[in-house]
C-alpha cells in the first residue's frame, strides 16, 4: 500500500526550530490532515497532534501543526535534547481504506 | 487513566501462528475501535487493521488478508491478533493502538520473532 513520504532525517540546533514534513495525496493528507506521532528508541508511539492539528493534552506548546493542499507539517521550536527522536505521520486513505504511514523522520538536536 | 497491557514475547517457527492480547482498562471498552499496528526492527510503522470492540466486523490491510484475524472479549475488555503462516518477514514488535480520532493510546508492544 502507498505510504506517505517524509524525509529521512533532519537536524537542527539546540533551541532551534525543525519544520518535518508529511507529503500524501488528495484522498489521504489533502482529505483530512495527517496526525503526528513520536516515537523514542524501545518505546511505543506516542501521539503529538491530532489530524486536526490539534494537540492531546499534556503536549508541549513548541509543538504545532499544519496542513498546505497535499503536505502536512509539524513545527517543534525551543528544540530540547528530549525532542531527539523518530516522527511518524499517519492519515486516513479513503481510495485504499486504509490507514497509512510515512516512513518517518529520525530528528537530531546537535 | 487509559492503559493498553499486552501480552508477552512470542518465538515462533515459520509456518505457525501466534496470537497476541491487548487488555484495556481506565475507559469504556466498547466505546472505541481498536487498531493493530506492527514494527519490524529498525522499519517504521505499518497498520495491520482495525477491530470495533462493540461489535461487526474488522477491517484488514490487503496486505494481510487471509492471515490475520482480529477479535474481543469484551467480559474480559480483551482485543486480540492473530496472525498465521508466519514467515521471517513477519518477526517485529506488533502495537494495539487506541482510535479516539487517530492512533491516541498504544499498548508496550508484543516482540514477535519467527525464526527456525
Known amino acids: 500500500q502507498a505510504g506517505l513520504t517524509q524525509p529521512p532525517s533532519v537536524s537542527k540546533g539546540l533551541r532551534q526550530t525543525a519544520t518535518l514534513t508529511c507529503t500524501g495525496n488528495?484522498?489521504?493528507?489533502?482529505?483530512?490532515?495527517a496526525a503526528w506521532l513520536q516515537q523514542h528508541q524501545g518505546h511505543p508511539p506516542k501521539l503529538l497532534c491530532y489530524?486536526?492539528?490539534n494537540r492531546p493534552s499534556g503536549i508541549s506548546e513548541r509543538l504545532s501543526a499544519s496542513r498546505s493542499g497535499n503536505t502536512a507539517s509539524l513545527t517543534i521550536t525551543g528544540l530540547q535534547p528530549e525532542d531527539e527522536a523518530d516522527y511518524y505521520c499517519s492519515a486516513w486513505d479513503r481510495s485504499l481504506s486504509a490507514w497509512v504511514f510515512g516512513g518517518g523522520t529520525k530528528l537530531t538536536v546537535l | 487513566q487509559v492503559q493498553l497491557v499486552q501480552s508477552g514475547a512470542e518465538v515462533k517457527k515459520p509456518g505457525a501462528s501466534v496470537k497476541i492480547s491487548c487488555k484495556a482498562s481506565g475507559y469504556t471498552f466498547t466505546s472505541h475501535y481498536m487498531h493493530w499496528v506492527r514494527q519490524a526492527p529498525g522499519q517504521g510503522l505499518e497498520w495491520m487493521g482495525i477491530?470495533?470492540?462493540?461489535?461487526?466486523?474488522?477491517t484488514y490491510a490487503q496486505k494481510f488478508q487471509g492471515r490475520v484475524t482480529m477479535t474481543r472479549d469484551t467480559s474480559m475488555s480483551t482485543v486480540y491478533m492473530e496472525l498465521s503462516s508466519l514467515r521471517s518477514e513477519d518477526t517485529a514488535v506488533y502495537y494495539c493502538?487506541?482510535?479516539?480520532?487517530?492512533?491516541?493510546?498504544w499498548g508496550q508492544g508484543t516482540l514477535v520473532t519467527v525464526s527456525s
Open positions: 493502538a487506541r482510535e479516539a480520532g487517530d492512533f491516541d493510546y
Open positions: 488528495s484522498n489521504n493528507v489533502g482529505n483530512q490532515g
Open positions: 477491530i470495533n470492540p462493540g461489535g461487526g466486523s474488522p
Open positions: 489530524r486536526n492539528n
